[in-house]
């Protein structure tokens, strides 16, 4: 049985292109897969505190022999964990923040790239452990930063979560981006401008 995980980031929920275009994945995936199950996690709705050094020494610590205070320190990320890894497919929101992803999602990276559960080391070569994994990416931008513009090498969202994702183990990846939402802060018609977006997300939604 099919089972997607669609993560959400944007702080701005009804305005949100991001939350639009993945909303519009989930319900055509839902379409083409009537018996999937879809876990929804909104991580602007979920408190996940920074990793400090108590969290990296339950983390690195030998499940039986961590302390009760070090496994109540994991339990949100076990939780993150248990969802990831059950999904074998992900649609993730992300709105560029100050060229980068948003804090919230970074703050989830943290809690799932975990040593012995995302990925692990033999012979000090990295290996990632979430493989079969496909990820979709619905990015909203708002300013143009498409390759070969003037602005492309302040994109730091689509390298960082390629790298990262990579390094768990997540290849099969597709980016689709929405770039230049600030027009709709200027008079932009919003269905106009998402009209192409729409189709694009749905017509991926379809195939996978």
């Known amino acids: 049985m099919s089972t997607l995980l669609h993560i959400d980031s944007s702080p701005l929920y009804g305005r949100s292109v991001s939350r639009q275009l993945t909303g519009a994945f989930v319900t055509e ?3 083409s897969h ?3 199950i879809v876990i929804d996690r909104d991580l602007t709705a979920t408190p996940i505190p920074p990793v400090n050094a108590g969290w990296v020494g339950a983390a690195f610590a030998p499940e039986d022999a961590r302390t009760p205070e070090q496994r109540q320190l994991l339990v949100l990320s076990d939780t ?4 990831i890894e ?3 497919e992900y649609v993730i929101g992300v709105p560029m923040h100050n060229f980068g992803v948003p804090s919230v999602l970074k703050l989830w990276i943290d809690q799932i790239a975990r040593v012995g559960k995302t990925f692990a080391y033999s012979d000090g070569v990295p290996k990632g ?9 619905i990015i909203a931008t708002g300013g143009i930063y498409d390759a070969q513009t003037k602005m492309a090498s302040f994109n730091f969202v689509e390298p960082y979560l ?9 290849t099969d990846t597709t ?17 106009a401008f998402l009209a192409p977006h729409l189709q694009a997300v749905q017509a991926h939604a379809q195939t996978i």
Request: charged share 20%; proline share 2%.
């Open 29 to 31: 995936w839902k379409s």
């Open 34 to 36: 009537p018996d999937g």
């Open 80 to 83: 993150l964990l248990k969802e």
């Open 86 to 88: 059950q999904a074998n």
């Open 129 to 137: 452990l979430l493989t079969g994994k496909k990820a979709t990416f």
């Open 162 to 170: 390629r790298s990262v994702f990579g390094f768990l183990g997540v």
């Open 175 to 191: 980016f689709l981006t929405a770039g230049g939402t600030a027009a709709l802060n200027y008079g932009q018609d919003r269905e």
